[in-house]
């Protein structure tokens, strides 16, 4: 089966069983997301949640936040990982976004990691989420169910997953593509132990096929 045959398939089951997609970051505003992206670097989405709404009360722009120091950010966010970094990143976001970008979050994937704390993942999904605009979030959830299912063939670089999707992925459909990997990453396809026998790709996912054969030789 070809990658553009199988993503087709992928796509067809995900709009008719998962028409919504979305982070699950909870946000009102391009800051606000910021913010919470900056903090979910190797930590979870419930975790960020759970920290993020003191943030936004006491820190409502990137104005304020800059007046602020790390000192005072890390006691509002010491149950993340890393936050001594995490907390510096944050300070040092407000202030550029104050002395570089009159307080408002830019809408260019460049810009957006010139910002501390910002990679090229996170500023996708800034991109896409906010801005509407093409992007693909290669996390590992990503990465990990493009090469099993068979969209690409042993790449695990983030960028290199992304180039080879945007070869097979039309603009407009990457950012929901890579929110319903995630969901599915997170309650099927687990990277230790993939329940490929309930998966709802597994008729066209290249992994759950061989799996599928192995069984069959063996018995």
Known sequence: MRKEERYKGVLNWFNEHVPVAETELHYDNPYQLLIAVILSAQCTDKRVNMITPALFRDFPTPEVM?????????????SVSYPNNKSKHLVGMAKMLMSDFDGVVPSDIDELQKLPGVGRKSANLIMGDVFGKPAIVTDTHCIRLCNRIGLVDGIKEPQKVEMALWKIIPPEEGSDLCHRFVMHG???CNARKPECEHCCLKAICRYAQEQSDT???GS
Not at 66 to 76: G, H, K, R, W
Request: charged share 20%; no cysteine.
């Open 215 to 217: 069984q069959t030789a």
């Open 186 to 188: 997170r309650a099927v």
């Open 66 to 78: 800059a007046a602020s120091t790390s000192e005072v950010i890390f006691e509002y966010i010491r």
